[in-house]
């Protein structure tokens, strides 16, 4: 099995600790409302929040010197971010922007280091945290450098469905909310490519290509695809 689908879980770490310190951060939290397109922070902003999103995506990206966007992940709910910069005292190196409606759960840095201190299993918990979304980024890093387009869109599109991000339609199949051209952004290539191949997975049944989403047929072949490509 892939480092990916070993990984996704963690990059919710306030799950994994004791009922009674996530009672305490969530009691701190306050929540933000985010309309499509606005941002959370740009690149070279001062840290001093944390954040979990309730519901709705969070996109991470950067633009190279001509003006391409890259885009570094897109966070989904339950997902946490921005921790880094509380810890390091560094300016963000990314942007953030909501992708349609989102509900994010805030933290301000005071109240963060105040629990870190009193509560050791937080620190604990965001090491291994961040070992393996350090793993999950060599991962996909590899995927792109390595690998043909149709596997590469093939492994996207499982670690989507795996952090849960798909919901199950009327006869059981799995319905992805993503675009071509978000898909493009995440496997490093031309939108006109991805959409290329993925007509080819329609005509070979393994998803059904909706408006703004995806609805996979065949999560059986998903799953052997993502692993022959390991």
């Not at 933290?107 to 393996?132: D, G, R, T």
């Amino acid at each position: 099995m892939g480092t990916i689908l070993k990984t996704l879980k963690f990059y919710n770490w306030l799950d994994s600790l004791p009922k009674g310190v996530q009672n305490e951060i969530f009691n701190l939290m306050t929540e933000r409302t985010l309309s499509d397109g606005e941002a959370l922070f740009h690149i070279g902003e001062e840290s001093n929040e944390l954040y979990q999103i309730i519901t709705g995506k969070i996109k991470c990206n950067m633009y190279s010197h001509d003006g391409k966007e890259v885009v570094i992940s897109t966070l989904l709910s339950g997902e946490t971010f921005g921790e880094q910069g509380l810890l390091d005292g560094l300016t963000r190196a990314t942007n953030t922007y909501s992708v349609g409606v989102s509900l994010v759960k805030v933290l301000n840095k005071k109240y963060f280091s105040q629990l870190c201190i009193k509560h050791p299993e937080i620190n604990a918990q965001l090491i291994v945290m961040f070992s393996h979304r350090m793993r999950m980024a060599f991962e996909i890093n590899t995927d792109n450098l390595t690998l043909p387009l149709r596997q590469r869109l093939f492994r996207c599109l499982h670690r989507i469905v795996v952090s849960l991000s798909a919901t199950p339609t009327v006869d059981n199949a799995l319905s992805v909310d993503i675009s071509h051209d978000e898909l493009a952004r995440m496997v490093g290539a031309s939108r006109q490519n991805v959409s290329k191949e993925l007509k080819q997975m329609e005509r070979d049944g393994l998803l059904t290509i909706q408006y703004g989403k995806m609805v996979i047929n065949n999560l059986q072949a998903l799953e052997k695809e993502y692993y022959a490509s390991n």
